[in-house]
């Protein structure tokens, strides 16, 4: 859990441009800022000359080029990335992750992922439409992070996002501690909406409720466990449909301390 710790207490990167973003991306993961996903964006700040970074390398991290193309003349559609040359694991917390099927020749989001056929992505992305880029941002191992950008075909910008390694900017996070080091809450906010993986830890910082929001509801199934186990104590059920609202959430089932299943509801659990 100390992982997730680090993710969410050293904050979000920021800046007043995508430049300067792209720049940015170059440093070490060793020496990120101190900024609290709630905090305000600051003014950028005069800063020392960068050495020279090492090629395709990004947070220290190797990678190797990739692109994809699709359509022809005028509605080419080119994607330039980075993919991981040695595997690394995801952040088991983050929902939404990219990586680039070596079969297909496609990027994919979420779904199964095998290191054997794929690749996480990690570093700059660019999507290009002829000569206008309509989308740009950049990952890391698999997860949207700094600045992400959208334009229309006529270079208009019709969507701006910010996440810091996955997690939408606007998330919501409480600390059981003033020194911002303990995880009590994570809600994720997304367009003022909740949406995405939800947590609550406990002081000892094991996971104590998990389940996911789609569009502002609680969705599939959401998981209570006993403190200081993995092991669940009750697994409540929710409509899978953010918008079905004549399906009422339930008790799916319970178990003991010692994993022992002690309830079930006979309804069918997707």
Request: glycine letters at 8%; zero cysteines.
């Amino acid at each position: 859990m100390k992982a997730i710790y680090f993710l969410l207490a050293i904050g979000l990167s920021t800046g007043v441009g995508f430049a300067q973003e792209e720049e940015d991306v170059f440093q070490s993961i060793n020496t990120p800022p101190t900024i609290n996903l709630n905090e305000e964006e600051e003014s950028e700040e005069v800063k020392p000359k960068k050495k020279k970074r090492k090629k395709n390398v990004y947070y220290g991290i190797k990678t190797r080029k990739q692109f994809t193309k699709s359509g022809y003349g005028d509605k080419e559609v080119l994607e330039l990335f980075s993919v991981l040359k040695e595997h690394q694991d995801k952040n088991p917390y983050i929902r939404d992750y990219y990586w680039f099927d070596y079969q297909k020749r496609s990027i994919r989001k979420g779904g199964k992922f095998d290191p054997s056929k794929g690749a996480l992505l990690h570093g700059p992305y660019t999507k290009r439409r002829g000569d206008v880029v309509i989308e740009q941002g950049i990952y890391f191992l698999g997860a949207k992070h700094g600045r992400w950008t959208k334009h229309d075909k006529y270079n208009i910008l019709v969507d701006k996002e910010k996440y810091y390694k996955g997690w939408p900017k606007e998330s919501l996070v409480s600390y059981y501690d003033q020194d911002k080091e303990k995880i009590k809450e994570l809600i994720p906010v997304e367009y003022g909406e909740n949406e995405g993986n939800y947590y609550y830890f406990a002081d000892n910082g094991m996971v104590a409720v998990r389940g996911e929001y789609k569009f502002g509801s609680k969705v599939g199934k959401w998981v209570e466990y006993y403190k200081n186990s993995t092991r669940s104590k009750r697994i409540i059920q929710y409509p899978d449909d953010p918008f079905d609202e004549e399906t009422k959430p339930y008790i799916w089932r319970e178990y003991n301390r010692r994993g022992k299943l002690i309830y079930e509801n006979k309804k069918k659990s997707t």
